[in-house]
């Protein structure tokens, strides 16, 4: 497989507190990374240092040719301000966005892209309200196509599932098992159970991290991973179980 993304001995902190420590990971194309952890374990940050939004305290991360620059980001939705005085399809259209020229006019291919997005998302109808009047299930679509609609080689995904309905989660759920099929998917949960049929590894963030591929979760390893007892409920999809957390390559 090709590596997009390496990690190599991360260490990270805010202030004089460390919250990534020695942190090591490949991620591959067409990878589905599902990341877990308790809350403060370093999740968010983890994909923020892959974004550039903040840099390590030391280690490295290293991009494959294209990758840089393509990496689209879907934000947590509790965290995001839906009275930002901005219409649906000009939030799309910031996908486009050039971080060295904010002035730049989008083409005339980039507004039928953003069109088309929206209308995938069933959203075109929308693409003048303002986003103020969206549900929660369909900022959180919006957020998506703002991140898709560039071609990104790699998409990071903030607990994408949270705070929304049931049907959003599973039109959510079931977009993103496509799209993994052209790009690498690394999403931060609290919830495996919808991604359980889809994913290719598990990876476990608490200030260290730990990654595995399929197989079987249970208890005791979210113990680790938690340092307290986590309940487990399968909801008649198959569980999956980690192996022993041990240092070895990713």
Not at 18 to 46: A, E, H
Request: aromatic residues 8%.
């Amino acid at each position: 497989m090709k590596n997009l993304i390496e990690v190599n001995h991360l260490i990270f902190g805010y202030g004089n507190r460390p919250i990534l420590k020695d942190v090591n990971l490949n991620i591959f194309k067409n990878d589905y990374i599902l990341i877990i952890g308790p809350n403060g374990g370093g999740k968010t940050s983890f994909l923020k240092l892959i974004l550039g939004i903040v840099k390590p305290w030391s280690g490295s991360i290293s991009y494959a040719e294209g990758v840089s620059g393509r990496i689209g980001y879907v934000p947590q939705y509790a965290n995001f301000n839906k009275n930002f005085p901005i219409n649906v399809l000009d939030m799309v259209l910031t996908g486009f966005m050039d971080s060295k020229n904010f002035l730049k006019k989008y083409t005339k291919n980039q507004m039928e892209k953003a069109e088309h997005m929206l209308d995938k998302f069933d959203l075109y109808l929308k693409r003048k309200e303002n986003i103020n009047n969206l549900s929660g299930g369909q900022i959180q679509k919006l957020l998506i196509a703002r991140a898709i609609v560039a071609d990104p080689v790699a998409l990071l995904l903030d607990e994408p599932t949270a705070s929304i309905d049931i049907t959003s989660q599973s039109n959510i759920r079931e977009f993103l098992h496509k799209l993994n099929e052209k790009m690498a998917i690394v999403m931060v949960t609290h919830d495996l159970t919808p991604f359980a049929k889809n994913y290719k590894r598990i990876v476990c963030i608490n200030q260290t991290l730990f990654s595995h591929g399929r197989g079987e979760l249970n208890a005791h390893e979210l113990d680790r991973v938690y340092g307290c007892p986590v309940d487990l409920i399968g909801h008649g999809i198959p569980h999956t179980i980690l192996q022993e957390h041990e240092k070895r390559p990713n």
